[in-house]
């Protein structure tokens, strides 16, 4: 990746408390190891940070592309250390302890911190042969992926376009439906279903670069669980939630948006709750700044949906209808990352990208959310998210 990585203070707590490196270790999908290394690999490796550089210990099969790609100073293969004689002499658990000690102790590193997730048997592997390790508790590095460079919000914003696109197919898909005499919506003379929505969203977010595991579209009762998937036809007359969080393929940043759509007329209280939800929504973008709190944020979104007359998890902790989730999460290479937006949620930092992603759940009404994606400044916020706001689904 392009991204300029400023890791000075974890450099600065590694001499703070006496330490030669920071070692991550084999989960390739660990979006603090990507953030780190530049490298995303399908298979194992090992990341290295000492107080000066970065260093990558790869399998033979990845040293090419890692040694072009990745933003480390060096970039060892495991054949360096002699591991398959290793492994043949010791097996494999010892022999990936023994290999790492020696790839350590060429980079001078006799004490070592480790992230939260590292894993126990490797740790004790190394402690085994002498060497010192100790947990970083604070997520140092998490900490320092929440403060996004320019290059990481351009990412997002290319994400959240493609978002945009495919949000735009799954409204034309409902606002160009014909209506049955059941009152299901009807195209090409099918059943709109959940699965058909959701299936030409992911083809949309191929076309840009992006793709998903899942997504969201779900009609009535089902939208009044905010994660669930949705399933079957859709129909006129009930409140329709989508939420797409796509991640770009090449990049690896997310993007996320909601929008709650109804064809037809949902009845007065669906629609009662779809505006008190886009006030909340309001009422919480303005909140937006740095220095201000998620909590504060997200209190801005309560006080306006309390005041409404419904219930929050603020109001009532045991409640199962009205707002029933947090207002936000920070969002990156992993969809939910720090920042939170939440009754728990700290100071809000300039470079933060957030969703603001109030909503209101009943199974007797159906749910509403309105989420956009937003970068915190230092007065204030920009909006990443450019697609309109409406209940009433529009064709292009």
Do not use: E, K, S
């Given at each position: 990746m392009d991204i300029d990585v400023d890791l000075s203070s974890l450099r600065e707590s590694l001499e703070a408390n006496g330490v030669d490196g920071y070692l991550i270790d084999d989960d390739a999908s660990d979006s603090d190891q990507r953030y780190v290394s530049g490298f995303t690999t399908p298979d194992p490796y090992q990341t290295l940070v000492t107080r000066d550089d970065v260093h990558l210990l790869v399998s033979g099969l990845e040293y090419g592309r890692a040694s072009s790609e990745a933003s480390a100073d060096s970039v060892t293969r495991r054949s360096t250390y002699d591991y398959q004689e290793l492994v043949a002499e010791y097996g494999p658990y010892e022999a990936k302890s023994r290999m790492l000690v020696a790839f350590l102790d060429d980079h001078d590193v006799g004490s070592l911190a480790v992230p939260r997730n590292f894993p126990t048997g490797t740790a004790d592997g190394l402690r085994e042969l002498g060497l010192e390790i100790t947990v970083e508790p604070e997520g140092i590095v998490e900490e320092?992926?929440?403060?996004k460079t320019e290059w990481e919000r351009e990412q997002i914003e290319a994400t959240q376009d493609a978002n945009e696109a495919a949000m735009a197919t799954a409204e034309e898909l409902i606002a160009g439906a014909d209506i049955d005499d059941d009152g299901t919506l009807v195209r090409d003379g099918e059943a709109l279903t959940s699965e058909r929505v959701k299936e030409e969203i992911e083809v949309t977010l191929l076309r840009h670069g992006c793709g998903?595991?899942?997504?969201?579209?779900?009609?009535?009762?089902?939208?009044?669980?905010?994660h669930n998937r949705g399933s079957g036809p859709l129909a006129a007359d009930e409140l329709i939630v989508i939420d797409i969080f796509p991640r770009d393929k090449e990049?690896?940043?997310?993007?996320?948006?909601?929008?709650t759509f109804a064809r037809g007329d949902p009845g007065e209280e669906a629609r009662r709750r779809y505006d008190v939800t886009k006030e909340a929504y309001e009422a919480a973008l303005e909140a937006v700044e740095a220095g201000v709190t998620g909590a504060d944020v997200h209190g801005a979104a309560c006080d306006v949906i309390e005041d409404a007359g419904y219930e929050t998890l603020r109001s009532d902790p045991s409640t199962e209808t009205g707002f029933i989730h947090s207002t936000g999460h920070g969002v990156g290479l992993d969809i939910h990352e720090q920042p939170s937006v939440s009754p728990s949620g700290g100071e809000l930092e300039a470079g933060h990208v957030i969703s603001i992603e109030p909503g209101i759940y009943d199974p007797a009404v159906g749910g509403v959310r309105i989420e956009d994606l937003v970068v915190v400044t230092e007065d204030g916020y920009e909006n990443l998210t450019e697609y309109r706001v409406g209940l009433e689904p529009r064709r292009e």
């Open positions: 320092i992926r929440a403060r998903l595991d899942d997504t969201i579209v779900a009609c009535g009762a089902d939208g009044a669980d905010p990049t690896g940043y997310f993007a996320d948006m909601t929008r």
